[in-house]
């Protein structure tokens, strides 16, 4: 194994909604050697319990809801590390984000708030973004939980929360603290939720631009899975180097 400690983003997981090539061996070889590891997500808006349900369904066998770290836990985390006393919320997302906050000791939905955490929420109002908005104008500070500015669904085509959050900068007159993917802050804080080494952690994903340039900027080694590129990112393998690369997540098995 390349490393003792293993951050693996959700894209190389999955192909056409099963497990892709080689992901159920390479989570089954990492549990029997004992290695630490998290899967990474910018999607906070369901539970992780949930997401370990998705997993299992996909042909992940064995998948533990303490298996995942998500931007909303990184950012929750490094705000608690930064601003301890800064416990009051509101938020623009979904039960798991909710949930994340309260676990996290954070009173939500109040009048008043220290921080907007925004993260994709298919259901907000005009209503809700005003919320945020009279959050803002008392003090809040935005979280940007993932920075995709459109998502694909089933329908074609969807507004992705970046751009929600752009839209809430604008409103506001201020900038958010980003905490998804590409920032470093969700590679940062994931190491710390393993109690990692920075020198024997690994970052595992497909996408160069977010993924790869999150682990990068956050000084640990990266390998590209290949077989989960977007093509329009073909091109920027010659500015986003990651470490190793290979075409299926049985490549790392070798």
């Known amino acids: 194994m390349l490393g003792k400690y293993w951050l693996i983003a959700e894209s190389c997981l999955f192909s056409g909604g099963a497990a892709s090539f ?18 990474l997500t910018n999607h ?15 042909g992940l066998k064995g998948i533990q809801t303490s298996m995942f770290y998500t931007s909303t836990m990184a950012g929750v985390d490094a705000i608690l590390k930064a601003y301890p006393d800064k416990r009051t919320a509101g938020y623009i997302g979904g039960r798991g984000m909710q949930k994340i ?7 939500v939905d109040l009048d008043h708030a220290d921080w907007l955490f925004i993260g994709t929420d298919r259901h907000a109002s005009f209503e809700d973004y005003s919320y945020g908005l009279r959050l803002m104008e ?15 669904t089933k329908n074609g085509p ?4 970046g ?24 590679a940062v804080q994931a190491m710390n939720y393993l109690s990692a080494d920075i020198h024997e952690t690994i970052l595992v994903g ?38 190793y690369v290979v075409e299926t997540m049985a490549g790392l098995l070798r």
């Open 22 to 39: 080689g992901a159920a061996e390479f989570i089954r070889e990492l549990k029997r050697q004992n290695l630490p590891f998290v899967f």
């Open 101 to 107: 906050l309260q676990e996290g000791g954070f009173a």
């Open 138 to 152: 008392t003090g809040a500070q935005i979280v940007s939980t993932d920075p995709r500015r459109m998502e694909y």
């Open 44 to 58: 906070s808006s369901h539970l992780r319990s949930e997401m370990a349900d998705a997993y299992e369904a996909a």
């Open 163 to 186: 751009s929600i959050v752009r839209m809430m900068e604008y409103a506001g007159a201020r900038e958010a603290l980003e905490c998804g993917m590409p920032s470093p802050i969700l």
């Open 158 to 161: 969807a507004i992705g929360s």
């Open 206 to 243: 497909s996408h160069l631009n977010s993924e790869i340039q999150c682990g990068i900027d956050a000084g640990i080694k990266t390998v590209l899975v290949t077989s989960g590129m977007d093509e329009h990112e073909d091109g920027l393998l010659d500015t986003v180097k990651p470490d």
